[in-house]
């Protein structure tokens, strides 16, 4: 399934790394990366695909001390080709 999230973090460059890091050693695929920098902070929208359950990666992610928030925007269901 395919996975839309937005996170909020610290403004330091080695917070994205060890984000990006917990989404690869979850087992996350990256389909979609874009980040921004606004009031601070850098704000990220990425979409994922797993067959894993999404709360691994959330739970993960709301653990780390650079991370401000992480928000589930929605689901989609992979389509068959």
Known sequence: MKHSLT???KSQSIAVER????VRHRGFD???FQLNMDDGQY???MTVDSDKPIHLLTSQLNKLVDVKEVTLQSLHQQQAV
Do not use: E, S, Y
Not at 19 to 22: A, M, P, S
């Open 19 to 22: 984000f990006l890091r917990v």
């Open 30 to 32: 990256l389909t979609h």
């Open 43 to 45: 704000n990220v929208a």
């Open 7 to 9: 996170i909020a973090l």
